[in-house]
């Protein structure tokens, strides 16, 4: 199961916290994207959770829950991603969540489902860096080391470069492309057209596209052939 997620080039992200009609949900799930990954930084619940898969599962793409919340862990996702947050002080965004997580449910936990990423976040106006109070202010080399910590040190599968909100700056993106070996590098962040999701995708394994759907479809839509034809 975890293995299909090398070949995924395009992710549409979707909160479960905003609306979406029916209509563009299916041009989304229809659009040729690789996955569906559910997910956000807050107002995240069960039953919106629920809801989403539910109405996802008319379709056939893959669709995953990215963990943020532990009480908004729905059963029945293809694969569960678990982020650890890299450049944070606070370890409970790196192991803390997850071994409190662990201790209390681990008995339930379908290990083989689950993907962790560490997460680099370097947009300061983000909810996630502020949640997190990342350090975003850093240079390529700085950058880099973290990515070199999660594929190198840690093994992790995936470094996700995240910019959230904003589009990012690519040539540290291609830095950590070319200084990882082994991880899969997802960059995600202010993806607004066909023309920054080639951009990002030239730079990246795969790109993630979220809110750009939630204010024009269309221009999210070009963003799947952008990087899917190249
Ligand atoms: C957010 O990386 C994703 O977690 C996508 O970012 O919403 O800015 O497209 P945008």
Not at 4 to 26: A, S
Request: aromatic share 8%.
């Amino acid at each position: 199961m975890k293995e299909m997620i090398k070949d995924w080039k395009h992710i549409f992200k979707l909160d479960p916290d905003r609306e979406m009609t029916d209509d563009t949900l299916e041009a989304v799930c229809m659009s040729g994207s690789d996955a569906i990954m559910i997910g956000g930084s807050s107002g995240i619940t069960y039953e919106n959770t629920v809801d989403l898969l539910s109405r996802v599962r008319r379709y056939e793409l893959p669709c995953v829950q990215e963990v943020s919340d532990l009480s908004a862990v729905v059963p029945g996702f293809d694969l569960y991603m678990i982020p650890m947050v890299l450049n944070t002080d606070h370890s409970r965004w790196i192991t803390g969540l997850h071994q409190a997580a662990i201790e209390e449910y681990g008995y339930m936990i379908p290990w083989e489902l689950l993907v962790p990423e560490g997460y680099i976040v370097l947009n300061p106006d983000s909810t996630v860096a502020k949640l997190t109070e990342a350090h975003t202010d850093l240079d390529e080399s700085s950058v880099t080391a973290y990515a070199q910590v999660a594929d190198k040190l840690m093994n992790l599968p995936i470094v996700y470069v995240e910019y959230s909100g904003t589009f990012g700056d690519m040539s540290i993106v291609k830095e950590v492309h070319q200084a990882i070996s082994s991880a899969q590098l997802f960059y995600g962040g202010g993806i607004y057209d066909a023309e920054t999701a080639r951009e990002a995708g030239r730079v990246s394994d795969t790109i993630v596209v979220g809110n750009i759907l939630y204010s024009d479809l269309k221009a999210a839509l070009s963003t799947v052939s952008a990087v899917k034809s190249e």
